[in-house]
């Protein structure tokens, strides 16, 4: 969230020219160790991604996270304490709290294509090597009165960086519905809202408003998502950017979810059309 990669000038940059694995990367994203205390509560150490927000990961299609991503909370350093309160009559109420601040360790850079080390100087709400930024979320699951639905709830703050003239403050609220329609035939429905008060410790605010449907009809599934990101401009005009997407995807028998999509995006008055494949392949591993 905070780093800047470094732009290599190179032949493979200029426009028309091939890019294939041009400017691809090793880094760590997250290395943690947890603990259960009990049946019902854990803690975490070292990096990870505090909880806040679903949408960056659950928005349905190949570019359904795009703008969601904005307020992803990866690559942190610090520690999370989660407990269920839930019971077998209700579901799951998991409450989570998280301590951090930006990865500024050696864990920030990378290998192969090198974008840098973080550093504090960098800037950015949150990046302040000391662990005064947090978050809570509250998790619904397996409600039992409304099968199929989950819905997520939290708070994010952000400390003022090097470069910061104020602290940010965020909100979320998010909801997932599973369904059947048929026997063969499944629906999910997504939704989330967010707003983050100076964002990254700026002057403006920001508002997601993302909503998505996927339906799975045996192998085969189609999904579609949209994400509206208004910017409160302090002084000047508001700034509206659109994203729309559609892919189809289906799974084969050795669990190989092949996509094809196609996105519109509207940023700064700058219309951006994308068609692209996305294969992705699970592995699992048993001790």
Request: hydrophobic residues 35%; without cysteine; negative net charge.
């Amino acid at each position: 969230m905070f780093i800047q990669p470094n732009v290599l000038e190179n032949n493979h940059t200029r426009p028309g020219a091939d890019r294939f694995f041009n400017g691809h990367g090793a880094y760590i994203d997250t290395l943690n160790v947890q603990l259960n205390l009990t049946e019902n509560t854990s803690v975490l150490g070292g990096k990870f991604a505090p909880s806040f927000g679903t949408a960056w990961d659950v928005a349905p299609g190949i570019y359904g996270t795009d703008f969601a991503e904005d307020y992803e909370l990866s690559e942190q350093l610090g520690f999370a304490i989660g407990h269920n309160f839930g019971t077998d009559s209700i579901g799951t109420i998991l409450l989570t709290g998280n301590i951090f601040t930006a990865d500024t360790t050696f864990m920030s850079n990378s290998v192969g294509a090198v974008r840098g080390r973080a550093e504090k100087i960098d800037g950015g709400a949150g990046n302040t090597e000391e662990l005064n930024n947090y978050s809570v979320t509250l998790d619904l699951g397996d409600i039992k009165s409304v099968e199929g639905l989950s819905v997520h709830l939290g708070y994010r703050h952000l400390a003022k960086g090097v470069d910061s003239s104020n602290a940010e403050n965020g909100y979320v609220a998010g909801f997932v519905y599973e369904t059947h329609l048929s026997e063969e035939l499944s629906a999910a429905l997504t939704g989330e809202f967010t707003h983050l008060s100076h964002a990254g410790g700026g002057a403006d605010d920001q508002n997601f408003f993302t909503a998505g449907v996927s339906f799975g009809y045996g192998q085969w599934h189609l999904d579609v998502a949209g994400t509206q990101r208004n910017t409160d401009v302090a002084g000047g005009a508001d700034v509206k950017d659109e994203l729309f997407q559609i892919s189809l995807g289906y799974t084969d028998a050795y669990e190989t979810d092949w996509n094809i999509g196609y996105k519109f995006s509207e940023e700064g008055g700058v219309d951006t059309e994308f068609f692209g494949v996305f294969v992705t392949k699970t592995f699992g591993f048993e001790g």
